[in-house]
């Protein structure tokens, strides 16, 4: 039985990658304006114009891919033939990782021997998209679907996102910040660094001063924690920054030989609840605290 890799569209990937891979994508909506959108690589509004939009004062609001939407593509690669590996936007973050699985028991429901393995990423944007790069590549050489299950268990919590916001107002809609932090932040031009924390949630971790600094941090953090970078591909997202991704990603290949460093756009879905100007490195690293 052939294995297919499954995800949803917060894996912020480029769209060549997953199609290459044959690697079907399951889309996240957004309400934007008071008009629906579907998370489908920039191509119902584009990144820049929805970035745009939410400078101007627009709110977007996500909602979850249902069970009903999970089931039918479970269904029909099942019904193909497939066995399936799900690889999902952390269930810290989303119901949509509970849905999958509500989805799955009713596909075993009438189909007892199809073969769907769900994965709770504990990862957002490109730190989920990291694990469907590794799960590809052992799929490519010839790994069982237990063996890529059982690494990513093991590995993901090495999985490291450090990124830092330019507007503190997104934070404090969110209720990670307060009010009064956040009116200070904002005079004192603090800038938080956050990460994905074990448990799969945005934690705020440390504050600087001014933008610049702050993504001299993102880079100390990857040089001090990173394992492996010599052989590792590290990504970089961005929330409509790309000048400030390039930024980072200069300084990392000026001073240290990896892999590669992908940058790629933030979606739309993580990007209605930090704003415009996030940016996010993800890598390889030590275990999650």
């Known amino acids: 039985m052939n294995t297919i890799i499954i995800t949803d569209s917060n894996c912020d990937l480029p769209e060549e990658f997953l199609e290459k891979n044959n690697i079907p994508v399951i889309p996240f909506h957004f309400n934007l304006n008071g008009k629906d959108y579907v998370d489908n690589f920039g191509k119902s509004i584009g ?3 929805f970035y745009d939009e939410l400078r101007k004062g627009r709110i977007s609001t996500t909602s979850q891919i249902s069970p009903y939407t999970y089931e039918e593509h479970f269904r029909k690669y099942v019904t193909e033939g497939y066995s399936i590996i799900y690889i999902g936007f952390s269930s810290a ?3 949509s990782y509970n849905h ?3 989805a799955r028991e009713n596909v075993l429901q009438d189909i007892p021997d199809a073969d769907i393995t769900i994965i709770d990423s504990k990862a957002a944007s490109v730190g989920q998209g990291l694990l469907i790069q590794k799960a590809t590549e052992m799929l490519k050489a010839g790994k069982t679907n237990n063996e890529i299950f059982t690494w990513i268990e093991s590995n993901k919590m090495k999985v490291n996102h450090w990124f830092t916001v330019d507007s503190l107002d997104y934070l404090k ?3 990670r910040l307060s009010a009064t932090s956040a009116t200070l932040g904002t005079i004192m031009n603090i800038k938080p660094l956050l990460i ?3 448990e799969g949630k945005l934690t705020p971790v440390k504050k ?3 933008r610049k600094k702050a993504i001299s941090e993102l880079f100390d953090e990857f040089k001090n924690t990173g394992i492996n970078i010599n052989d590792e591909t590290v990504y970089i997202s961005h929330a409509d920054c790309f000048e400030d991704a390039q930024y980072l990603k200069d300084m990392i290949i000026e001073e240290l030989k ?3 460093v992908s940058i790629n756009y933030l979606g739309p879905i993580i990007g209605s609840h930090t704003g415009p100007g996030l940016l996010c490195i993800v890598f ?4 999650r605290t």
Do not use: A, P, T
Not at 284 to 287: K, N, R, T, V
């Open 284 to 287: 390889m690293g030590q275990e």
């Open 258 to 260: 990896v892999k590669d």
């Open 100 to 102: 999958s699985l509500l």
């Open 173 to 175: 809609r969110g209720g």
């Open 208 to 210: 600087v001063r001014g």
């Open 47 to 49: 990144y820049k114009e």
């Open 196 to 198: 994905v924390d074990k």
């Open 93 to 95: 973050l989303s119901e």
